[in-house]
């Protein structure tokens, strides 16, 4: 592996939370540090990192990703220090910062921070206030939507760069457009929406773990707050048929970018719809790193930064033989699907299911997954050709807005109102147009 071609997410404080989102795999994975005093990440160890990770990178520009857990809860002069140091080391590379947040603490202190120093902001939230306040609520089980509301308020009010991060679970998914519709109306121009799927062991692991990964060989059953596969399908077909027909260009939804990308033949920039992955890894608040976010298991951690170099782990065998292994362990059913190139077997973590043929190693979401490319295909393809002939992909929404008018006009009996919207019947208006 390339020492540009990796990312690493800082746990800083490792999973300690103020909220306790019932659907969050993070949180317990405070039993792993049972010894853990002070759950910030020392000094000593968050220098070695910032200065690791910016000599790894042969790049003009390097991203640092921070998270938790939440990692506002070690207040602005933490990320004061980090600024600092990011400067110490930055020898002369140009260093981009996101934070990812539940919001809720939030203020005009952080909003000053966070836009003097041009952190990109990503702030978690599940929709309106029914919505987000099913799972994510705080310790005491008190509901969070107004808390975070006035967090995005306050980053609006500051100019501070921020997108969303929707979680899409058994709460949600069937309320899509309000859900989308809602995102809009926050001010988010950019939105992630992500799968929850989870399986949870009848008896916990010999680790403390109830939350179990693929490979987990006792009894588990996916949890009753994961996303059902045709679910999730569903959810984004339906925010996929408003965004194509009214806001390309305005409005970004990463699953729909990504699909450009890999509809004009690009790699995904996004790990989970890559060939193979390993580049995208974790580091937890005393340094230890593993091999991904959703990988911290005892059984994939590479090591310590205090100990060995980060760019050493990154590139050792351990982490080159997980990465390969979504590849390998490909099913066939998978190697023989139409969209192969869109999915590739997707996030490693949901392939516990199997083929119809009985073959282990199926995503969870295969049928919600064909079900969403096959839907945009044919629009993906317009966009693509369109950026191909140096057109914005744009275009595509005045292209079905002329093909739903021609099949409109088609259907359209001569007393009805005529599709072209002027109030008129149709045979006093477009009928012999057609």
Known sequence: MSSSAFHVLAKPIGPICNLDCKYCFYLEKEVLYPQAGKWAMPEDVLESYIRQYIEAHD????????????????????????????????????????????????????????????????????????????????????????????????????????????????????????????LKECGSGFMQFIPIVERAAQQTTADGLSLVSPDFAGTARVTPWSVE?????????????????????????????????????????????????????????????????????????LGNIMEAGLKQLV??????????????????????????????????????????????GLNYLCAGYKMIFHHVDPYMRFMAAELTANRPPANVMRWIAAQEARAAREHAGRNDPCPCGSGKKFKHCCLYRR
């Open 59 to 182: 790049t003009p520009v390097v991203n640092f990703g921070w998270q938790g857990g939440e990692p506002t809860l070690l207040g602005v002069e933490y990320f004061q220090k980090v600024v600092e140091l990011e400067r110490r080391y930055a020898n002369g590379k140009r260093i981009e910062n996101a934070l990812q947040t539940n919001g809720v603490l939030l203020n005009q202190a952080w909003a000053e921070f966070l836009h003097e120093n041009r952190f990109l902001v990503g702030v978690s939230i599940d929709g309106p206030r029914e919505l987000h306040d099913t799972y994510r609520v705080d310790k005491g089980g008190q509901p969070t939507f107004e808390r975070v509301l006035r967090g995005i308020n306050i980053l609006k009010q500051y100019k501070v760069d921020f997108n969303t991060l929707t979680t899409v679970h058994r709460g949600n998914a069937d309320h899509p457009l309000e859900v989308y519709r809602f």
């Open 315 to 360: 590139g050792s065998e351990q982490q080159r033989e997980f990465g390969e292994e979504k590849a390998s362990t490909l099913p066939r059913y998978c190697r023989d699907c139409d969209v192969r190139f869109a999915c590739n077997g997707e996030c490693p973590k949901h392939r516990f299911a199997t083929t119809p043929d009985g073959e282990p």
């Open 229 to 301: 596969p045709k679910q999730f399908g569903r959810f984004l077909c339906a925010i996929f048929d408003e965004w194509v027909r009214e806001d390309v260009g305005h409005t970004f939804v990463q699953l729909f970018d990504i699909c450009l990308e890999m509809w004009l033949g690009m790699e995904a920039s996004l790990c989970i719809f890559r060939k193979t992955c390993g580049q995208s890894l974790a580091i937890e608040h005393c340094g230890d790193v593993y091999s991904c976010d959703h990988f911290v298991y005892p059984e994939n951690r």
